[in-house]
């Protein structure tokens, strides 16, 4: 299949950092993937173990053994994501099912710009270059907004600044971590829908101009 395409850009890989679900053989295959290609671009989508709930005792070597094998990590853990479903889309107990659809709507905004027309189109390298400072550094935090629940999705309504604003809370993290204890060294938004760049900007200034929000000086352009 990669030998019969006319334009490889990279490889999308999706795993789980925990053990017995295919974290051996899907980092032996990202070392052949690296001998072979490693000049095209490797971005990964992973199930980082939960702060709270453990599924194997082999879960603590994996998460620090296979995180850089790739050249950026999108990392979620199933208890954000539960939480998300409970909190945000009322879903009283979610499935799998549940939880693999919002990974697949993140995934689907990622590659989006590939599949389609916009105002901003950009390639799976751009991710790495705009998001990556370090090689060492290349775990992004996922945000999703807005998350609303299906019985209130007709009469609900978000402007460009409550969208933008919703992204940076913790409760649209995909993973659990408490980001006021840092600062961001970079941000990449990816809008969908009907928005207009003259709302996008704003809603951006906005949220350069609040206090709770801490960008790293020296990346400006951040």
């Not at 199930?47 to 994996?62: H, K, L």
């Not at 945000?88 to 919002?102: A, D, F, H, S």
Request: with cysteine; charged share 20%; proline share 5%.
């Amino acid at each position: 299949m990669i030998e019969n395409c006319d334009c490889l850009q990279g490889f999308l890989m999706f795993r789980s950092f925990g053990g017995g679900t295919g974290s051996g053989f899907s980092a032996l295959l990202m070392e052949k993937i690296l001998a072979d290609y490693g000049k095209k671009s490797k971005l990964e989508f992973a199930i980082y173990p939960s702060p709270t709930v453990s599924t194997s005792i082999v879960e603590p070597y994996n998460s620090i053994l296979t995180p850089h094998q790739t050249d950026v990590c999108f990392m979620m853990d199933n208890e954000a994501i539960f939480d998300m479903c409970q909190k945000k889309i009322e879903i009283e107990w979610p499935t799998y099912g549940n939880l693999n659809r919002l990974i697949g709507q993140v995934v689907s905004s990622i590659t989006a710009s590939l599949r389609f027309k916009g105002s901003l189109n950009v390639d799976l390298n751009e991710f790495q270059t705009n998001l990556v400072p370090y090689p060492r550094i290349h775990f992004p935090l996922i945000n999703m907004s807005p998350l609303i629940a299906k019985e209130r999705i007709n009469h609900a309504s978000y402007s460009t600044a409550q969208v933008t604003s919703e992204v940076f809370e913790e409760s649209t993290q995909m993973v659990k971590c408490n980001q006021k204890r840092g600062m961001f060294m970079a941000c990449c938004l990816l809008f969908r829908g009907d928005f207009t760049t003259t709302h996008i900007q704003q809603a951006i200034t906005k949220i350069k101009m609040r206090k709770d929000i801490h960008f790293v000086d020296w990346i400006p352009t951040g």
